[in-house]
């Protein structure tokens, strides 16, 4: 069960950064289109995986309930969306490194007299 929980939070993880660098790459390309593409389905797919329904009620209101007007608008939508995601993957980091560093460390030089 612990292993099974631990490689579902690993692919979770995995998933935002690779999220992450695809949002980045297609904001600093300016691809409209991929930027939509990301932010609707895999920004939320990625976010009810992980149980993050506050990113996955914005990415659906920013197509669903208030389209864009404007291509100002939407590049601002995103650049939010990217803000909360890099908050989560803050999160995950920090979780990690709190993980790693609480476990037992184990001697390297044995004493034995």
Not at 66 to 81: H, R, T, W
Request: aromatic letters at 8%.
């Amino acid at each position: 069960m612990l292993h099974c929980n631990m490689t579902h939070s690993i692919d979770i993880q995995l998933g935002l950064e690779d999220l992450l660098g695809d949002l980045r790459f297609a904001r600093k390309s300016d691809n409209l289109g991929r930027m939509a593409l990301l932010a609707y389905c895999d920004a939320k797919g990625w976010a009810r995986r992980a149980g993050k329904s506050d990113v996955a009620d914005t990415a659906l209101r920013m197509f669903a309930e208030n389209p864009c007007q404007s291509k100002v608008e939407f590049l601002a939508g995103i650049d939010n969306l990217i803000a909360t995601l890099e908050l989560h993957d803050r999160e995950y980091q920090r979780t990690t490194t709190r993980n790693s560093g609480s476990a037992l460390a184990v001697p390297t030089i044995y004493d034995y007299h």
